[in-house]
Every structure is written in structure tokens, then in C-alpha cells.
């Protein structure tokens, strides 16, 4: 079983191969964007070849984010076709942070979006499984399902989380312990319990 702190370096190590900067600071969140507006908890960012992840929270929950974001990484170390259909699409933050997006290059945006993080769940759970991590899979599946269904939520919010989905037990619990085909669809009721729980 390989530890988050044994995983950490493995990671560091891949990073120096690759010639990418490690981000890795002591609070619960960073900052994503440059107007400094929106703040995740970990992200891979291939043009300026930085990873990044907040480690300033339990240890099992950077653990998670952090072998996602190196799995981004791995997308573009590959350069899989995914990560270029991605990149071809505005960033949905930029219609997140005001700016004007027709509706048919919005929905596209959303369409990739939700394929990159997909794959990316899909090597994250190969990745956990293959190195046997020290992460409850099951579980991790269930939060990977909550944020991405959290992508429809903002497709009706317009607005990114202030709590993450997958750090709130009542969302978690909710989700299915398979992976989906599709995420487009949100009752009323799970609307209304992300608005309620993932903003304040």
C-alpha cells in the first residue's frame, strides 16, 4: 500500500522529468484563475506546466486530488486526444467570471469539460487500483461523481463552488459507486442541495 507522502515523491520526481513546477501550499485552497477570483483545491495547468494541489487540509483529502491532478498530467504528457479537444474550447471559467459566451460554444465547453475530467477519473481509479494508494476507491468514485455532476450545477448557477461537492458527506453519499455515462441530468431536489450546501 503506497501512502500519500510515498506517492508525493514518486510524483515529484515525474514532475522534474517532465519539467513541470509542483505547487503544493498549506492552505485549503489555490488560487485558478488570474483575476484571482476563483480558487480550487488542486489543478493541472499544461501550458504553464504547473501542478498544483492545497495540502492544507486532512491528508486524505489532498491525497484524492492530487493523484487526479497528476492524471491530468498524465493526459497531457501523452498527449491524448482528449486534452487537445479540451484545449481547442473556452475555459468555462471565463463565462463563470462574466465574460460573453454564445450558447452553442458554452454547451461544447461543458461537453469537454465533463470528457477530460471523465478520463481523468477513469486513469485516477486505474491509477489507485494499478499502485494500490491508500484510497477507499468506492468512495472516491462516489465524490468524483458529485463534482462532475457539479458541472451541470454551474451550468444553471454560473457560479463555481465555495464548498467542493466532494467534501460534503450529504452529496457524497448520494452518488453511485460505478462511474457514469452521462451527467447532464440533475433533479430539482439535488439542484436545490448543491445550491444549499456547495455555496454560502
Known amino acids: 500500500m503506497i501512502s500519500a507522502r510515498q506517492f508525493l515523491g514518486m510524483l515529484k520526481e515525474e514532475c522534474t522529468k517532465l519539467g513541470v513546477t509542483t505547487l503544493f501550499p498549506e492552505t485549503e485552497k489555490v488560487k485558478y484563475s488570474d483575476d484571482g477570483m476563483l480558487y480550487t483545491s488542486g489543478y493541472f495547468d499544461g501550458d504553464a506546466k504547473i501542478i498544483a494541489c492545497a495540502v492544507g487540509k486532512p491528508e486524505e483529502q489532498w491525497f484524492e486530488i492530487l493523484v487526479h491532478e497528476s492524471c491530468h498530467m498524465d493526459q497531457w504528457a501523452e498527449e491524448a486526444t482528449i486534452w487537445d479537444d479540451y484545449n481547442e474550447y473556452v475555459d468555462t471559467s471565463e463565462w463563470i467570471a462574466g465574460e460573453y459566451i454564445p450558447k452553442a460554444a458554452l454547451r461544447k465547453s461543458f461537453e469537454t469539460s465533463v470528457a477530460l475530467e471523465l478520463d481523468c477519473e477513469k486513469r485516477a481509479v486505474k491509477k489507485m487500483m494499478d499502485l494500490e494508494l491508500d484510497i477507499d476507491v468506492e468512495r472516491y468514485i462516489q465524490k468524483a461523481n458529485s463534482y462532475l455532476l457539479f458541472y451541470t450545477v454551474v451550468s444553471k ?9 466532494y467534501d460534503v458527506p450529504e452529496l457524497v453519499d448520494r452518488m453511485s459507486t460505478l462511474l457514469l455515462d452521462d451527467y447532464t441530468a440533475i433533479s430539482d431536489e439535488l439542484l436545490d442541495l448543491y445550491k444549499k450546501l456547495c455555496y454560502k
Request: glycine share 0%.
Open 157 to 165: 448557477t454560473r457560479r463555481w463552488y465555495d464548498v467542493a461537492p
